[in-house]
Structures are given as structure tokens and as C-alpha cells.
């Protein structure tokens, strides 16, 4: 293995790691190598909220940065639907589970390797947990759960599937704030 493609795997799968620890959801590592020039690896994840994927965003970039590593260029700004990181090697996808739907980037490069990452034996990053632990005592005390918030997102998406192309996931045109 060469000393590039060691290194583009040790981002991707610090990437990951990272984005296990706070809770992302069907994280994906596809391994691009002999597939594409402008990249070695993706790491896909899906957050369950705008604060979910602006937490994943965090920490991803929070311990690259940690490991000396820098994204080239970001696109995807709080509140945004998909959060894209490029690290010339590695590209991490943050999506919203309606943003990874439509896209579709693991349908389309269907030839990677891919290799799906579990939380398991991947520490929680406190500062996550404490997040969610008061966000599920203050959705008690108003009696609902994370779990309504999935299945009306659920119903909704369900219910839209027959939206026209013209409907985008979010506004183009919107400047950065």
C-alpha cells in the first residue's frame, strides 16, 4: 500500500470514527481506488436533524484538525441538508436521511467497495451525550420523543415523493450566514 492511499484510508476512517461518536446513522465508507481520479475514499453519514448533521460537521473537522488535517473545501452551511468536506482524498458526506435518498452516491457508485462502520467499540463523544441526554429529558417533560420526530419525518417524505425535479432540498440562491 502507498504511503498516499495509507494515509487517504487513515482520514476516511478517522472520519468515520468520528462521526460514529456522535451517533451518525448508516455510516458508509467507499473505497474509491482504481474507480476515480479526484478521490480515494467517501465517508457517508446521516444525521437525524440540522443540529444532528451541524454536530457530525463539528467533530469530523474537529479531529481531523486534531490529526493536522485541513478540509480544501466545504460546501453546506448550518441548517443545510448536505454537508460535503473535501479533503483531496477523502470527501465525508454529512446528509439528512432525504438528502442521501435522493442523491443517491452510493446507487451511483455502485462499483466501490463498500464497507458499512458500526458504532460498536466507539466511544461517545461526551459533549454529544449531554446534548442528547437534556434534549430527550426536555422532549419528555413536553411528551414527545426523538422518535416522533422520525416517523413524521418519515410520513412527510413518503407523502412528497412525488415532487416535481424543480423541487430542490434547499434554496441555491441562499448566502451563507
Given amino acids: 500500500m502507498s504511503e498516499k492511499s495509507s494515509r487517504s484510508e487513515r482520514i476516511a476512517r478517522l472520519a468515520a470514527e468520528a ?69 483531496v482524498d477523502v470527501v465525508v458526506h454529512v446528509f439528512s436521511r432525504e438528502a442521501r435518498l435522493f442523491y443517491g452516491l452510493e446507487r451511483l457508485w455502485a462499483d466501490a467497495k463498500q464497507v458499512p462502520l458500526s458504532d460498536e467499540g466507539v466511544p461517545v463523544d461526551p459533549r454529544w451525550e449531554a446534548v442528547a441526554r437534556a434534549g430527550e429529558e426536555a422532549g419528555a417533560l413536553l411528551g414527545f420523543s426523538a422518535m416522533d420526530d422520525l416517523e413524521a419525518d418519515e410520513a412527510l417524505w413518503e407523502e412528497d415523493e412525488s415532487a416535481s425535479d424543480e423541487d430542490d432540498l434547499w434554496d441555491w440562491d441562499e448566502e451563507e450566514e
Fill in 19 to 87: 462521526a460514529l461518536s456522535r451517533k451518525a446513522q448508516d455510516v458508509l465508507l467507499m473505497d474509491l481506488r482504481g474507480l476515480a481520479t479526484f478521490a480515494d475514499f467517501f465517508v457517508l453519514c446521516t444525521g437525524t436533524s440540522e443540529t444532528h448533521i451541524e454536530g457530525i460537521t463539528d467533530i469530523v473537522l474537529e479531529r481531523l484538525e486534531e490529526a493536522g488535517e485541513r478540509p480544501w473545501h466545504a460546501e453546506g452551511a448550518r441548517g443545510a441538508q448536505w454537508v460535503l468536506l473535501d479533503y
